[in-house]
């Protein structure tokens, strides 16, 4: 199996955070026997866009996959100027939420193989899904082997943070306006509210395991990674009824999934800042998610794609089979 991953959300030394999902997800895939996986990152920007198309058609002209897999809707355009192969676009959220670039995002499913999104909710907005359009579920999931628990002394400790302190983070920057820093900010009190605000992403950890509690208050989700981040590292986590939070949290003793209620949050994030060292059980259910689990997810797909055009064209198909493609259908996930 030879994919083509094709990228505008792509760490790179000037933003090394940007797109670091899609990084843990073509690691992952790289790591599974028999997929073969090549990279076209290229930066954001409509400018962009042309260019990215240009070079993938020099480049790719005499290659041949049996995929191209696009991550960002308006990235499945220039993706297109590679042929021959089955297409796949795996939407995040604000690619179906922005207003103007939702619908250039979803003109461009007619001309997939597949469409996919990385939660269940966030694919309602694809007009079929899983009646008259398949539409598969791909979250790139939580990379286990950076966020892991680590004493929270020594967290502090590497942080500069004041090891007898209260700590609740933010886990994303203030500007977002969807991920709500003004209810964090409203339930947090006398406790010191942490911001992610241009952090390297191997640092991310540290700041999980500093901290009391992580609040993700968010108005909306795509997927929700930092949700499964604070899970993986066993630190408690009060979240919103979006994205992946209803299904990872449910039933984890110590977490609060609800719609915010400032005294209901309060009153459930109370004793998490009482106690000194605050952890809940909670790595076992973000390993449901880890990144090497959903890139099996996409390989899947891949090779029923793979095989459906071998298929169209009258050739064999792949004998090494990988199981059936996820597809989302209403009310999963």
């Known amino acids: 199996m030879r994919a083509l991953v094709v990228t505008n959300m792509y760490p790179s ?41 240009r070079e993938l058609r020099r480049r790719f002209r005499d290659e041949r996959f049996d995929v191209v897999h696009a991550h960002f809707g308006l990235t499945a355009w220039p993706a297109l100027a590679v042929r021959g192969a089955p297409h796949v676009v795996t939407f995040h959220g604000t690619d179906l939420a922005h207003p103007r670039s939702g619908r250039l995002s979803r003109a461009v499913v007619p001309l997939m193989s597949l469409a996919a999104t990385v939660s269940a909710s966030l694919a309602s907005l694809l007009p079929g899904a899983g009646t008259s359009r398949r539409v598969a579920v791909l979250p790139c999931g939580v990379d286990l082997t950076r966020f892991r628990p680590l004493p929270r002394a020594e967290a502090r400790a590497r942080l500069g943070l004041d090891p007898r302190g209260r700590f609740l983070l933010f886990p994303a920057a203030a500007a977002r306006s969807e991920k709500r820093v003004d209810r964090a900010r409203e339930i947090a009190g006398d406790a010191t509210l942490l911001t992610l605000e241009n952090v390297p992403p191997d640092d991310v950890p540290l700041w999980v395991n500093a901290a009391n509690a992580v609040l993700i208050p968010s108005e909306r989700e795509g997927f929700g990674l930092a949700v499964l981040e604070a899970l993986a590292c066993d630190v408690p986590v009060l979240a919103t009824p979006v994205g992946i939070a209803p299904l990872a949290l449910e039933g984890i003793a110590g977490a609060h999934c609800a719609p915010f209620d400032a005294a209901g949050w309060r009153a459930a994030l109370a004793p998490h800042l009482a106690e000194d060292d605050p952890r809940i059980a909670g790595r076992a259910r973000a390993g449901l998610f880890s990144a090497d689990r959903m890139a099996r997810r996409v390989a899947v797909s891949w090779q029923a794609l793979a095989t459906e055009a071998a298929r169209a064209e009258g050739g064999r198909g792949y004998t090494r089979r990988l199981g059936a493609a996820p597809v989302a259908r209403r009310g999963t996930h």
Do not use: T
């Not at 955070?17 to 996986?37: C, K």
């Open 13 to 53: 030394p000037a933003r090394p955070a940007l797109g670091r999902f899609v990084h843990d997800q073509v690691e992952a895939l790289r790591r599974i026997e028999g997929v073969e996986v090549e990279l076209f990152a290229f930066p954001p920007g409509l400018r962009s866009y042309p260019r990215a198309a």
